[in-house]
């Protein structure tokens, strides 16, 4: 028999230690705790990751959290955006994978972001991303970011060049370096420079129809 679903959760991660009480994680805590209890949920589970996002969905907090939702714990899961479950958020075939397998559960998934997660919002958002540039290139001249990349999500490691990578490859999107070694990437047939201009958005500067 499985438990019965009285109660939410809510989820944080942080790319790098983080305190206790500090800040930073209230910042991120506080805010999904008010909004789980403004759903009507006073019985609230808190699951942290701290300084650790993983591409792959293999944080301590994220897995436990996981299982409890198999033995039916819970019936919505607050998170502030889908770059908390894992790095790159819906642009992670793996983060996709989760919504999913949590949906068909009878689980919802809500971002103080983007709402309910799910397929279809997912999709939506993917595609709004990824099509931006020819809103840039055939219909409104002001819109032509590409991408937003959370620079909180970044391991120190990491540089935004890294992000963008991993935010191509999952889309399948083609890429390499110019002779100047400038990256540069083919998307919906066309090559261009994706440019940070800063507080991680990511403008698209096409060059030319991709014909190779």
């Given at each position: 028999?499985?438990?019965p679903?009285?109660?939410a ?13 500090s ?14 209890k403004?759903?009507g949920?006073?019985?609230?589970v808190e699951?942290?990751d ?5 591409f792959?969905?293999d ?16 019936k919505?899961v607050?998170?502030i ?15 996709l ?22 397929a ?11 099509v ?11 819109i ?6 959370d ?7 990491e ?10 490859n999952?889309n ?21 420079y ?11 500067l ?7």
């Amino acid at each position: 028999m499985s438990i019965p679903k009285t109660q939410a959760a809510i989820y944080c991660s942080f790319s790098t230690p983080t305190p206790n009480n500090s800040p930073a994680m209230e910042a991120q805590r506080l805010p999904l705790l008010n909004f789980a209890k403004s759903s009507g949920f006073d019985d609230v589970v808190e699951y942290i990751d701290n300084g650790e996002i993983g591409f792959t969905l293999d944080a301590p907090a994220l897995k436990q959290l996981t299982n409890d939702i198999y033995m039916g714990k819970f019936k919505k899961v607050f998170v502030i955006d889908a770059t908390r479950i894992g790095k790159f958020g819906i642009g992670n075939p793996a983060v996709l994978e989760w919504i999913e397998k949590v949906n068909a559960l009878g689980v919802e998934i809500i971002s103080t972001d983007m709402g309910i997660l799910n397929a279809q919002s997912c999709a939506q958002a993917l595609h709004i991303k990824s099509v931006l540039f020819r809103n840039s290139l055939f219909a409104d001249p002001d819109i032509d970011i590409l991408l937003s990349i959370d620079l909180d999500s970044l391991d120190q490691s990491e540089s935004i060049n890294d992000a963008i990578r991993g935010w191509l490859n999952a889309n399948g999107h083609r890429w390499d370096y110019d002779q100047d070694g400038q990256l540069r990437a083919s998307i919906g047939g066309v090559w261009g420079y994706p440019n940070h201009v800063g507080n991680g958005d990511i403008e698209w500067l096409p060059i030319a129809p991709d014909n190779a």
